[in-house]
Nanobody
């Protein structure tokens, strides 16, 4: 099992910045992809940004150059720097880790951290 612990959420004004961090522990060998997802009430969880072990990155269209994902394989951490936040970014943000196995993939999730963008 992989345990993921997020930190860094909170309340920020529109146009402000936040940095989310996630630390992985437990059975951390062979984690291939790490990333961030978000969810608002009544909506499905959606990907925000993902990064592979070798640094391949994908961002959601709505990120539009405002967010930056980074990963430290030695420390087993993934971070998301969020700039130019707007109220539409308000959501619970979840850290995700993926292991690719012969029989398929295994997804692991953190407990989530609330990000609220409001004046």
């Amino acid at each position: 099992q992989v345990q993921l612990v997020e930190s860094g959420g909170g309340l920020v004004q529109p146009g402000g910045s936040l940095r989310l961090s996630c630390a992985a522990s437990g059975s951390i060998d062979n984690i291939s992809v790490m990333g961030w997802y978000r969810q608002t009430p009544g909506k499905q969880r959606e990907p925000v940004a993902t990064i592979t072990r070798v640094g391949g990155i994908n961002y959601a269209i709505f990120v539009k150059g405002r967010f930056t994902i980074s990963r430290d394989n030695a420390k087993n951490t993934v971070s998301l720097q969020m700039n130019s936040l707007n109220p539409e970014d308000t959501a619970v943000y979840y850290c995700n880790a993926v292991k690719i196995r012969l029989v398929g993939r295994s997804d692991y999730w953190g407990q989530g951290t609330q990000v609220t963008v409001s004046s």
